[in-house]
Structure formats: structure tokens, C-alpha cells
């Protein structure tokens, strides 16, 4: 809802009825319960005002984002078949992101995920990634007054002052480039400014996080990778990858990293997340994490939920070997006795007390994975409502300043340092020329 006085007023006589009536049910004096309430809403309002004001100065800038996914499995990337500028929240099922609601969530800029399955495999992958990076440039090119693509972080403040939504580029997932530096090279002449190193699978060259029992890092060419990144001013996106590929990734990096979109392992330990110890790296390497808002990121009793749905799941596939429909029936029969436990705004704004706790304000930032989930914490179902999680900061006590850290300053920064890197290294250093046949032929043995 955008803020209006006249709404905020409402709410309050709302919130007084509502008191008076509990009041009189419970017996007790509503007089101080209504004045509490009253108050409440006062700082409500205040502090979503000022989150909204925070966010005409900084462009809050999300690390993740999969509405070009969304075009791809609805409608076959056909643009016009998917009105951006409308409610995509009334499709079935609704979406998370739309321009109205980009603008009424104070969006200044969006990294788009150009993600391809990790069934893909070479060159198919490739090509389809390359799909999905023209998809990006022809949604900001059919929204030109609202979407504009960026490239550098002068671009992202360029684009907000002017009112616009910077647009970036991100390749989810190291599999995109086929074990190629030259393809790696061509998708960021393409206009990709980020990649994620693995998606939820390994690739030849690096370790995932959702691949047990394997617990691998990066090999030879994994380690060139990133130094061809480092040298093209590519961010190294972390999300995604297994600790040792994390540590792995910071002993080579020469510019900081990123996690686009993950939260704290100490609050939530799903593989997905970031430890502490690599926390304490990311302060050294001045990168910031992106914390998510995936509910089975950032809830232990959501992750909990969700092993034992997938438990079931085993369960019934053994059950009904070639019956996949009586699996289907049986897991919507234990999710109806079994609903998915909510998850308040709350916990989103814990994780990121945490990430600010152990690495410092300097490295902490959001990355929402709107449209690549389909479950979203209480408060914040859809790219509007960025307002709420900034007025629950402030609520917390932190300081405007902080609150523009975490909305896009961090990322800038880092941004601009990777630059900085790039520009050094392509000084010193050719494109590489690299092959993995040659640099992991240890490793096929
Ligand atoms: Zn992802």
C-alpha cells in the first residue's frame, strides 16, 4: 500500500476499534492498550516514510531476480504475452514483479538472473543463456521509460537519478559458459556484469552446495575463471556454490565478491547459506552478501518442513513407482495436514543483524529471489514491498545512513572496486587463452 495519511488514519481508528472490542472481551482497560497501539501505528507510518524518502536518495538495489525465467516457462519468451506494465500478480499462478509494483517498492536496480536448468548441457546451455540475456535487453528496451540496462555503477546512479530502474545482467550458474573463457568473455560483451559460479549442481570446475556428499572447491580452470572475471570486471557471485568453493574463490579473487542471494548458516543451516568463518572473509575481501528472502534460507523450521516434505516425497515415489499422479495426490494430502509455517519480515531483518554482526554494516545487502520462489515471508510477498523490510531496520535503531548501506551503497561499492580491479589487470594481463582439457587434466583422471 502506498502511504497516504488519510490510510494511515483509517488504520488507526481501525487498530483502536479493534483494541476496544479485545478491551471490553478480556475485561480489561483498553484506554493504555489503545494509546500503545496508537503509537505503534504512529512509528509505522513514520518509518515507512522514511524508508521511502531513503530510497529517493540510494537506489536499493536487489541481487536477484527471475522474471526472465518467468517469460521463458509461461510464455516462451514471447514479450507481449506477459504485460509488464500491468498486474502480473492476477496471473495463475500470480507473479512477484511488475513495473507498477517495481515503481510502489522504490526499486532503483534489479540484477535480472538469465538462469538456464542445469539439465542443459553445453552448448545448449550456452544458447539458451544467451536466449534469456536477449530477453533482458528487449524488456528494457519495450519499458524504455522505466527500464534502462546498466554496465557500470555510475550507470545504476545514472539511471535512478533519472527515475528509472537500472537493469542488470546476471549468468546463474558457471554451467552458462560451456567450460569457456571465450564464452564467459562474449556474455559479458553481451552485457552480463555478474556470474553466479554454480547453480544448484557442479559443474566440471567447481563444487556446488547442494551436491553432497562431494565437497568440492575449484579446480585449476575454476581458479582461472575467476581471475578472467576478476581481469573483465565480472562480479563473482557466491551464491549457490559449497563452502570450500567459497574459500577457494576468496584465496584467488582480486576484486570483492558477492552472494546475490543468500543468508546466515548460523540462523538457518541450510547448505545455501553463508557460515560465519566465511562471513569473517567476506569483511577482509570488502564484499557484501545479498540476503534472500527464500523461506527455506532463512526459516530452520521452514528447512525442517521442507525435508520432511521431501522425505514423504521419497516415501510415496517408492510407494507408486510409475504412478506419478497417486505421488502427487499423496503429497497435496500431507501438505493440507501439514501447511508450511509462516514466516514474519521479522526474520529476514535477523538475518541481516546477523551478516551486519559478524562481517559489519559495510557487507550486508538484499537479494529477494522474487519469481524463483514460490513461497514468500509475511510482509513481503512481491518486489513492493521493499519499504517494509527498510522501516523494520529502522525500527531495530538503524541509522539512515545505515539503512542506505544495506539498500545499494554496499553493492556500489563493491561494484566500483571490481572495476577498479579490472582496469588495473587489463594493464598487466591478455585474455586468457586457457583451456580446462589442459589446466584440470590432472583432475580427469
Ligand atoms: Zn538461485
Given at each position: 500500500?502506498?502511504?497516504?495519511?488519510?490510510?494511515?488514519?483509517?488504520?488507526?481508528?481501525?487498530?483502536?476499534?479493534?483494541?476496544?472490542?479485545?478491551?471490553?472481551?478480556?475485561?480489561?482497560?483498553?484506554?493504555?492498550?489503545?494509546?500503545?497501539?496508537?503509537?505503534?501505528?504512529?512509528?509505522?507510518?513514520?518509518?515507512?516514510?522514511?524508508?521511502?524518502?531513503?530510497?529517493?536518495?540510494?537506489?536499493?538495489?536487489?541481487?536477484?531476480?527471475?522474471?526472465?525465467?518467468?517469460?521463458?516457462?509461461?510464455?516462451?519468451?514471447?514479450?507481449?504475452?506477459?504485460?509488464?506494465?500491468?498486474?502480473?500478480?492476477?496471473?495463475?499462478?500470480?507473479?512477484?514483479?511488475?513495473?507498477?509494483?517495481?515503481?510502489?517498492?522504490?526499486?532503483?536496480?534489479q540484477f535480472w538472473s538469465v538462469y538456464v536448468s542445469t539439465n542443459l548441457k553445453g552448448a545448449e546451455a550456452v544458447q539458451v543463456t544467451l536466449e534469456q540475456i536477449d530477453l533482458v535487453h528487449r524488456l528494457v528496451a519495450r519499458y524504455p521509460d522505466d527500464l534502462e540496462l546498466a554496465l557500470t555503477a555510475d550507470d545504476i546512479v545514472r539511471i535512478h537519478g533519472q527515475g528509472k530502474i537500472a537493469s542488470l545482467i546476471d549468468?546463474?550458474?558457471?554451467?552458462?559458459?560451456?567450460?569457456?573463457?571465450?564464452?564467459?568473455?562474449?556474455?559479458?560483451?553481451?552485457?552480463?556484469?555478474?556470474?553466479?559460479?554454480?547453480?544448484?549442481?557442479?559443474?566440471?570446475?567447481?563444487?556446488?552446495?547442494?551436491?553432497?556428499?562431494?565437497?568440492?572447491?575449484?579446480?585449476?580452470?575454476?581458479?582461472?575463471?575467476?581471475?578472467?572475471?576478476?581481469?573483465?570486471g565480472m562480479l563473482v557471485d557466491l551464491s549457490h556454490v559449497s563452502p570450500e568453493t567459497m574459500h577457494d574463490a576468496l584465496d584467488v579473487t582480486e576484486a570483492p565478491v558477492i552472494f546475490s542471494h543468500s543468508s546466515a548458516r548460523a540462523l538457518c543451516?541450510?547448505?545455501?547459506?553463508?557460515?560465519?568463518?566465511?562471513?569473517?572473509?567476506?569483511?577482509?575481501?570488502?564484499?557484501?552478501?545479498?540476503?534472500?528472502?527464500?523461506?527455506?534460507?532463512?526459516?530452520?523450521?521452514?528447512?525442517?518442513?521442507?525435508?520432511?516434505?521431501?522425505?514423504?516425497?521419497?516415501?510415496?515415489?517408492?510407494?507408486?513407482?510409475?504412478?506419478?499422479?497417486?505421488?502427487?495426490?499423496?503429497?497435496?494430502?500431507?501438505?493440507?495436514?501439514?501447511?508450511?509455517?509462516?514466516?514474519?519480515?521479522?526474520?529476514?531483518?535477523?538475518?541481516?543483524?546477523?551478516?551486519?554482526?559478524?562481517?559489519?554494516?559495510?557487507?550486508?545487502?538484499?537479494?529477494?529471489?522474487?519469481?524463483?520462489?514460490?513461497?514468500?515471508?509475511?510482509?513481503?510477498?512481491?518486489?513492493?514491498?521493499?519499504?517494509?523490510?527498510?522501516?523494520?531496520?529502522?525500527?531495530?535503531?538503524?541509522?539512515?545512513?545505515?539503512?542506505?548501506?544495506?539498500?545499494?551503497?554496499?553493492?556500489?561499492?563493491?561494484?566500483?572496486?571490481?572495476?577498479?580491479?579490472?582496469?588495473?589487470?587489463?594493464?598487466?594481463?591478455?585474455?586468457?587463452?586457457?583451456?580446462?582439457?589442459?589446466?584440470?587434466?590432472?583432475?580427469?583422471?
Amino acid at each position: 500500500m502506498t502511504y497516504h495519511p488519510a490510510h494511515s488514519g483509517i488504520l488507526i481508528v481501525l487498530l483502536g476499534l479493534t483494541s476496544l472490542a479485545f478491551g471490553s472481551l478480556t475485561g480489561r482497560p483498553s484506554g493504555g492498550a489503545d494509546k500503545a497501539l496508537m503509537q505503534k501505528a504512529r512509528l509505522r507510518s513514520r518509518y515507512a516514510g522514511q524508508a521511502r524518502q531513503i530510497l529517493k536518495e540510494v537506489p536499493l538495489i536487489d541481487g536477484h531476480n527471475d522474471t526472465p525465467g518467468q517469460y521463458r516457462h509461461r510464455v516462451n519468451n514471447h514479450l507481449d504475452a506477459i504485460d509488464f506494465a500491468g498486474d502480473t500478480g492476477q496471473l495463475d499462478p500470480p507473479m512477484h514483479t511488475d513495473l507498477p509494483r517495481l515503481r510502489a517498492g522504490g526499486i532503483g536496480g534489479q540484477f535480472w538472473s538469465v538462469y538456464v536448468s542445469t539439465n542443459l548441457k553445453g552448448a545448449e546451455a550456452v544458447q539458451v543463456t544467451l536466449e534469456q540475456i536477449d530477453l533482458v535487453h528487449r524488456l528494457v528496451a519495450r519499458y524504455p521509460d522505466d527500464l534502462e540496462l546498466a554496465l557500470t555503477a555510475d550507470d545504476i546512479v545514472r539511471i535512478h537519478g533519472q527515475g528509472k530502474i537500472a537493469s542488470l545482467i546476471d549468468v546463474e550458474g558457471g554451467h552458462s559458459i560451456n567450460n569457456s573463457l571465450a564464452v564467459l568473455r562474449q556474455q559479458y560483451r553481451a552485457g552480463a556484469r555478474c556470474m553466479t559460479i554454480t547453480h544448484s549442481a557442479n559443474t566440471d570446475w567447481a563444487g556446488a552446495a547442494t551436491t553432497p556428499p562431494e565437497h568440492r572447491g575449484l579446480s585449476p580452470f575454476g581458479q582461472e575463471v575467476i581471475r578472467e572475471m576478476n581481469r573483465l570486471g565480472m562480479l563473482v557471485d557466491l551464491s549457490h556454490v559449497s563452502p570450500e568453493t567459497m574459500h577457494d574463490a576468496l584465496d584467488v579473487t582480486e576484486a570483492p565478491v558477492i552472494f546475490s542471494h543468500s543468508s546466515a548458516r548460523a540462523l538457518c543451516d541450510h547448505p545455501r547459506n553463508v557460515p560465519d568463518d566465511v562471513l569473517k572473509r567476506v569483511k577482509q575481501n570488502n564484499g557484501v552478501v545479498m540476503v534472500t528472502f527464500v523461506t527455506e534460507f532463512v526459516s530452520e523450521e521452514v528447512r525442517q518442513y521442507r525435508a520432511a516434505e521431501k522425505a514423504e516425497g521419497a516415501r510415496l515415489k517408492a510407494l507408486f513407482l510409475h504412478d506419478p499422479d497417486a505421488v502427487e495426490a499423496g503429497l497435496a494430502v500431507w501438505r493440507e495436514a501439514h501447511p508450511a509455517p509462516p514466516v514474519p519480515l521479522a526474520i529476514i531483518a535477523d538475518h541481516i543483524d546477523h551478516v551486519r554482526k559478524v562481517a559489519g554494516i559495510d557487507h550486508v545487502g538484499i537479494g529477494s529471489d522474487f519469481d524463483g520462489i514460490s513461497a514468500t515471508p509475511v510482509g513481503l510477498e512481491d518486489v513492493s514491498t521493499y519499504p517494509a523490510l527498510l522501516a523494520e531496520l529502522l525500527r531495530r535503531g538503524y541509522s539512515e545512513d545505515e539503512v542506505k548501506k544495506v539498500a545499494g551503497l554496499n553493492l556500489l561499492r563493491v561494484m566500483r572496486q571490481a572495476e577498479k580491479a579490472a582496469a588495473n589487470l587489463q594493464r598487466k594481463t591478455a585474455p586468457s587463452d586457457a583451456l580446462i582439457e589442459e589446466l584440470d587434466k590432472e583432475l580427469k583422471k
